[in-house]
């Protein structure tokens, strides 16, 4: 009912900057919550950063400073700004959003595929 498509991962050197972004699609009355997580080989995923829909954010303490999480409530899209990246940012990042797909019922939680980010020289 609701679709999340990820996008922007790849190689990148330590030190370097990517840009993830997470486009929202099909059946949607409101996205609450869009959020990334990342799980990293051997590693329960965890969550990197979320913005809701009024624009508070919250990050982990590891990307604090680095990252900054943004959505655009017109375009139901979230993107992940990740600057000064390190090797052990290297994971399958992915795109999650609470969303309601109509008023009458209640939020469910979505995933996207993943995208992967690799740091390392």
């Known amino acids: 009912q609701v679709q999340l498509e990820e996008s922007g991962g790849g190689l990148v050197q330590p030190g370097g900057s990517l840009r993830l972004s997470c486009a929202a699609s099909?059946?949607?009355?409101?996205?609450?919550?869009m959020a990334w997580y990342r799980q990293a080989p051997g590693k329960q995923r965890e969550l990197v950063a979320s913005?809701?829909?009024?624009?508070?954010?919250n990050y982990a303490d590891s990307v604090k400073g680095r990252f900054t999480i943004s959505r655009d409530n017109t375009k139901n899209t979230a993107d992940l700004q990740m600057n000064s990246l390190k090797p052990e940012d290297t994971a399958v990042y992915y795109c999650?959003?609470?969303?309601?797909?109509?008023?009458?019922?209640?939020?469910?939680?979505?995933w996207g595929q993943g995208t992967q980010v690799t740091v390392s020289s």
């Open positions: 913005i809701t829909i009024g624009g508070s954010t």
């Open positions: 999650q959003a609470t969303a309601r797909v109509r008023l009458t019922t209640p939020t469910d939680s979505y």
């Open positions: 099909g059946r949607i009355f409101s996205i609450y919550t």
